[in-house]
């Protein structure tokens, strides 16, 4: 008997997203899902302190000091914060739910926080990006001109 697959999961960016001034990833956990008022509560400030090239901002949460970076998001890139969909049944006719998202805020650049080290070009969030350059050369079509050109250099070098 063969088993069904199971419903896909699907993401709808197409609704007008509205352009978030800042995005914040906290060094926690928070069990909140609505809207709140952040920015009465959360005020970051800038400490005149720079650590590889990476502006310090400093901040506290909870009586807790959190130090952070704002990084920009890759060239080509988009951040979007997504709402899930619940309850929506699968087109196909299959019993169960779908897992479906839609876009309801996009940004470029993202605060990341530490609590207890300065933030530096060594932290995984920015590092994380670097990955994107690799994925892109890993996944480039290698043509016969740049085969040609690899076995030439090789000739050079032997």
């Not at 199971?6 to 993401?11: I, K, L, S, Y």
């Not at 970076?69 to 709402?83: C, H, I, K, M, N």
């Not at 998202?101 to 993202?110: C, G, H, K």
Request: net charge negative; with cysteine.
């Amino acid at each position: 008997m063969e088993q069904a697959a199971p419903p896909a999961a699907g993401v709808d960016l197409s609704p007008a997203a509205t352009d978030l001034g800042r995005v914040h990833l906290l060094p926690c956990g928070i069990r909140h899902n609505n809207a709140a008022a952040v920015s009465d509560y959360f005020k970051p400030r800038d400490t005149g302190v720079e650590v590889d090239g990476i502006r310090v901002e400093e901040a506290f949460f909870r009586g807790r000091k959190l130090q952070g970076a704002t990084v920009a998001l890759p060239d080509g890139f988009r951040g979007y914060v997504l709402e899930k969909k619940n309850g929506e049944k699968d087109t196909q006719g299959m019993d169960g739910d779908v897992s479906s998202f839609v876009s309801r805020a996009e940004f470029q650049n993202i605060t990341y926080w530490n609590h207890g080290t300065i933030p530096s070009a060594e932290d995984p969030l920015p590092r994380c990006f670097h990955w994107l350059t690799i994925a892109n050369a890993m996944h480039k079509l290698v043509t016969a001109e740049d085969m040609a050109n690899m076995s030439a250099m090789q000739n050079r070098n032997s």
